[in-house]
């Protein structure tokens, strides 16, 4: 069935270091959203991607979607200890939204 | 303009007893989804629904679960004769009506204790 795997699961940063998520679907993706939520929290949309070879900006974080729509990536540059939470992706196939295990970041001071 | 709203924010049952959830979507929104996240662990999809119909269950259990978005009133999550494993957060989400394509509006969510 669908999948969307995350890598890595974990992430420990020093503050000022850069970190990556990675996303992979098993299938072809519609779209992709990114999510980030805070511990206890609840997820927040950050941005949503379509196009094939897409790359967004947000500040210090850059989105790519893969020219095959199956992956994507969410790029932090110089992190924040306001960073600090866990990040999801989630793929679209048909009427599914599949979200992905997250990868939970860690910002060391 | 008030965002998702989830109640009751913390529920615990018994083993055997039923567990309500209530979603109440954002103004204009008429698309609400439900996901469970166990801990530790991602959020997973369950149910899709605009008023009155449900779009995609294909994520609900077979049994003791459902769903309903009635035309008044919020969005309901019924477990029946729950079990420890049900113990979860359930989230809901909003949309407007463009459903899918636009982002999804979480609520604080609903923390399920089964003792």
């Known amino acids: 069935g669908q999948q969307v795997m995350q890598i890595p699961q974990y992430q420990h940063v020093q503050e000022g270091e850069d970190f990556t998520t990675y996303c992979n679907s098993s299938t072809t993706l519609s779209n992709i959203q990114w999510y980030k939520q805070r511990p206890g929290g609840h997820p927040v949309f950050l941005i949503q991607?379509?196009?094939?070879?897409e790359v967004k900006k947000q500040k210090r974080l850059t989105f790519q979607f893969g020219e095959a729509k199956k992956n994507s990536s969410l790029h932090i540059t110089a992190t924040q200890t306001t960073d600090v939470g866990t990040y999801f992706c989630?793929?679209?196939?048909?009427?599914?939204?599949?979200f992905g295990t997250g990868t939970s970041l860690t910002v060391i001071p | 303009n008030a965002g998702v709203m989830q109640n009751p924010r913390h529920l615990v049952r018994r083993r055997g007893q039923e567990a309500r959830l209530r979603c109440s979507p954002m103004k204009g929104h008429s698309h609400v989804y439900w996901y469970r996240q166990l801990p530790e662990e991602g959020l997973k999809f369950m149910v899709y629904?605009?008023?009155?119909?449900?779009?995609?269950e294909s994520g609900m259990p077979k049994e003791r679960f459902s769903a309903e978005f009635p035309k008044e009133g919020p969005s309901i999550l019924r477990i029946q004769q729950v079990v420890r494993g049900d113990s979860a957060a359930y989230f809901c989400?909003?949309?407007?009506?463009?459903?899918?394509?636009?982002?999804?509006?979480f609520g604080p969510g609903t923390r399920l204790t089964v003792l």
């Open positions: 629904l605009q008023k009155e119909n449900i779009i995609d």
């Open positions: 989630a793929g679209r196939t048909g009427n599914q939204f599949y």
């Open positions: 991607l379509v196009k094939s070879g």
């Open positions: 989400a909003s949309s407007p009506p463009a459903g899918w394509n636009n982002e999804q509006f």
